[in-house]
């Protein structure tokens, strides 16, 4: 890839400490994770380095491997039988993790940190050596909400990406998914095209100041979601390798109507199944089939009536709106409008997904497309046929020029109080780095219509205004209304994270602020010196 100089001098910048990214495959128990392979690809410069200098590891999980699990990354009892236990390789990870002093930590989620923390807190328990304070204090990245942070535009409506999204929508080679070093490797790939992206935008002038937008923690005090970071993966269909064989030819052209008829019997397979490829399957379709996909989805909800149906279902319509480059697009803002109304009665009547029947996105907890489709609604209908915000569709199309018109225009077409919000956050969102004083009013307006109370991003951005006005109390409250009517959009995680992040501020000043007690008083000077000061020069 080649970069003008302004580019690549600001990309030299985000990339100037090493980045150690993590991957993990893993046993999941009802008392948590346990740990069977391990793969860190170090970036140094924004270059992977060679395979040699990779770590990779697999260890004895210590409990039995489930079928399913052997299913996703085909480890057996029998191929775990004779390996080391973590508490064994715990000294060989920690000394490659020290090998790269001010290094970042980088992963897809938060599941493989605190599974990383986990082990290593076993591994202190069964012998002491090697303990989880010994973990040195390296700042954190997650590609799975980098794209949103950074704005990208393949990140669409989603606070969370999943990793196969990623690589197909940035051209990324991935040989061998579900496997430690594969993924890794994969991830590796995009956080350095990510890189690129931020460095082209120009908004975080060095890695440092990413870091601290992004604020994830660190590897000893993690800040990444305590949802994801206690996921234990749900147990997904087995799926039957005569379905599977449908995947192997992607529905990539132009398609005739018999071609697309016999791409809609396999979604219907997958959605029975709960196929987890089904979402990447519909995305390659709408690149050049949009409008016939999407129609064809839709009509398969008839049919729907399981729990975690729907959510499948609706995961792959979500593939097909947020496809980023479509030769048609599927709707337009007009008839997204209308489409999410008649979504969101099937919303309402569907079943949930269970523990039982989970969608994919449930199984990978990133969000049930029960909660977060409208989303996609919202973005075809605030951006357009142009497909990105300006000063000029704000102000005479979505919510006026002077405060007497502000949402008088299309925001108010809306009947669903959450798609309005997540429409005017995106508005937020934009003037926040363009036109800061016109977002405050922005806020203020959709405040005194309670559409903070309807969308939690739109709450996030509220509780900070609030506690930077020295309202904290008031700030708490409301994210504690709003969070006691959550959903899995991972939005909400955002929230709690903030609150825990806020508490944790408010008890570091209080604590600062108490008396000091002292302990240890300054001994009196010697009985008898007649000058305080013994180095004072005397005439």
Same mark, same amino acid.
């Given at each position: 890839?080649?970069?003008?100089?302004?580019?690549?001098?600001?990309?030299?910048?985000?990339?100037?400490?090493?980045?150690?990214?993590?991957?993990?495959?893993?046993?999941?128990?009802?008392?948590?994770?346990?740990?069977?392979?391990?793969?860190?690809?170090?970036?140094?410069?924004?270059?992977?380095?060679?395979?040699?200098?990779?770590?990779?590891?697999?260890?004895?999980?210590?409990?039995?491997?489930?079928?399913?699990?052997?299913?996703?990354?085909?480890?057996?009892?029998?191929?775990?039988?004779?390996?080391?236990?973590?508490?064994?390789?715990?000294?060989?990870?920690?000394?490659?993790?020290?090998?790269?002093?001010?290094?970042?930590?980088?992963?897809?989620?938060?599941?493989?940190?605190?599974?990383?923390?986990?082990?290593?807190?076993?591994?202190?328990?069964?012998?002491?050596?090697?303990?989880?304070?010994?973990?040195?204090?390296?700042?954190?990245?997650?590609?799975?909400?980098?794209?949103?942070?950074?704005?990208?535009?393949?990140?669409?409506?989603?606070?969370?990406?999943?990793?196969?999204?990623?690589?197909?929508?940035?051209?990324?080679?991935?040989?061998?998914? !579900?496997?430690?070093?594969?993924?890794?490797? #994969?991830? $590796?790939?995009?956080?350095?095209?990510? %890189? =690129?992206? *931020? @460095?082209?935008?120009?908004?975080?002038?060095?890695?440092?100041?990413?870091?601290?937008?992004?604020?994830?923690?660190?590897?000893?005090?993690?800040?990444?979601?305590?949802?994801?970071?206690?996921?234990?993966?749900?147990?997904?269909?087995?799926?039957?390798?005569?379905?599977?064989?449908? !995947?192997?030819?992607?529905?990539?052209?132009? #398609?005739? $109507?018999?071609?697309?008829?016999?791409? %809609? =019997?396999? *979604? @219907?397979?997958?959605?029975?199944?709960?196929?987890?490829?089904?979402?990447?399957?519909?995305?390659?379709?709408?690149?050049?089939?949009?409008?016939?996909?999407?129609?064809?989805?839709?009509?398969?909800?008839?049919?729907?009536?399981?729990?975690?149906?729907?959510?499948?279902?609706?995961?792959?319509?979500?593939?097909?709106?947020?496809?980023?480059?479509?030769?048609?697009?599927?709707?337009?803002?007009?008839? *997204?409008?209308?489409?999410?109304?008649?979504?969101?009665?099937?919303?309402?009547?569907?079943?949930?997904?269970?523990?039982?029947?989970?969608?994919?996105?449930?199984?990978?907890?990133?969000?049930?497309?029960?909660?977060?489709?409208?989303?996609?609604?919202?973005?075809?209908?605030?951006?357009?046929?142009?497909?990105?915000?300006?000063?000029?569709?704000?102000?005479?199309?979505?919510?006026?020029?002077?405060?007497?018109?502000?949402?008088?225009?299309?925001?108010?077409?809306?009947?669903?109080?959450?798609?309005?919000?997540?429409?005017?956050?995106?508005?937020?969102?934009?003037?926040?780095?363009?036109?800061?004083?016109?977002?405050?009013?922005?806020?203020?307006?959709?405040?005194?219509?309670?559409?903070?109370?309807?969308?939690?991003?739109?709450?996030?951005?509220?509780?900070?205004?609030?506690?930077?006005?020295?309202?904290?109390?008031?700030?708490?409250?409301?994210?504690?209304?709003?969070?006691?009517?959550?959903?899995?959009?991972?939005?909400?995680?955002?929230?709690?994270?903030?609150?825990?992040?806020?508490?944790?501020?408010?008890?570091?000043?209080?604590?600062?602020?108490?008396?000091?007690?002292?302990?240890?008083?300054?001994?009196?000077?010697?009985?008898?010196?007649?000058?305080?000061?013994?180095?004072?020069?005397?005439?």
């Amino acid at each position: 890839m080649t970069l003008n100089d302004t580019v690549q001098s600001v990309f030299e910048q985000l990339t100037r400490r090493p980045i150690l990214v993590v991957d993990a495959e893993y046993e999941p128990t009802p008392n948590g994770n346990r740990l069977i392979s391990l793969a860190i690809v170090p970036l140094v410069r924004g270059k992977k380095v060679p395979a040699g200098d990779e770590l990779y590891i697999e260890v004895n999980p210590g409990v039995p491997i489930a079928p399913e699990t052997t299913a996703i990354h085909g480890f057996t009892d029998e191929s775990v039988a004779r390996k080391k236990s973590f508490a064994d390789r715990a000294d060989t990870v920690l000394t490659f993790l020290r090998s790269y002093p001010d290094a970042i930590v980088a992963s897809h989620t938060g599941v493989d940190i605190h599974l990383l923390r986990d082990e290593f807190e076993r591994a202190d328990d069964q012998n002491g050596t090697t303990t989880l304070g010994d973990l040195p204090s390296a700042p954190l990245m997650d590609t799975s909400l980098l794209p949103n942070h950074l704005r990208h535009p393949i990140a669409g409506p989603r606070s969370t990406i999943k990793l196969a999204t990623l690589v197909r929508q940035l051209g990324v080679t991935h040989t061998d998914p !579900h496997h430690a070093r594969s993924d890794a490797r #994969a991830t $590796a790939q995009v956080l350095v095209k990510l %890189l =690129v992206h *931020a @460095a082209s935008a120009g908004t975080y002038p060095d890695i440092d100041d990413l870091l601290q937008a992004h604020d994830r923690g660190t590897l000893t005090e993690p800040r990444v979601s305590t949802a994801r970071g206690a996921h234990k993966r749900r147990r997904g269909p087995v799926l039957p390798p005569e379905h599977l064989a449908l !995947h192997a030819n992607p529905l990539t052209g132009k #398609a005739n $109507a018999k071609e697309v008829k016999a791409w %809609l =019997v396999m *979604a @219907a397979q997958c959605v029975s199944l709960h196929c987890p490829h089904l979402d990447d399957a519909a995305g390659v379709a709408a690149r050049n089939n949009g409008p016939e996909v999407f129609k064809g989805l839709v009509k398969l909800t008839e049919d729907c009536s399981r729990p975690g149906d729907v959510g499948t279902l609706f995961g792959a319509l979500r593939a097909v709106l947020d496809e980023p480059e479509p030769s048609r697009p599927p709707l337009d803002s007009r008839q *997204a409008t209308r489409w999410d109304r008649n979504i969101h009665k099937a919303v309402q009547q569907s079943p949930r997904c269970d523990d039982e029947h989970a969608c994919p996105a449930c199984q990978d907890d990133l969000g049930c497309p029960l909660d977060t489709l409208y989303q996609s609604f919202a973005r075809i209908a605030t951006l357009g046929r142009g497909g990105e915000l300006s000063k000029a569709r704000i102000d005479d199309i979505l919510v006026g020029r002077t405060e007497d018109s502000a949402g008088n225009r299309a925001l108010t077409d809306w009947s669903v109080p959450r798609v309005t919000g997540y429409m005017m956050w995106m508005v937020l969102t934009w003037e926040e780095r363009h036109r800061p004083v016109r977002g405050a009013d922005h806020l203020t307006w959709a405040v005194n219509r309670e559409l903070h109370l309807a969308e939690p991003r739109l709450t996030l951005m509220e509780c900070r205004s609030r506690y930077a006005n020295g309202r904290s109390e008031d700030a708490r409250d409301l994210a504690a209304d709003v969070l006691s009517r959550a959903t899995t959009d991972p939005a909400f995680q955002e929230l709690r994270d903030w609150v825990t992040s806020a508490d944790a501020h408010a008890e570091l000043i209080e604590r600062r602020s108490r008396p000091k007690t002292i302990t240890h008083p300054k001994l009196a000077r010697p009985a008898g010196r007649a000058n305080d000061n013994p180095y004072a020069i005397t005439r």
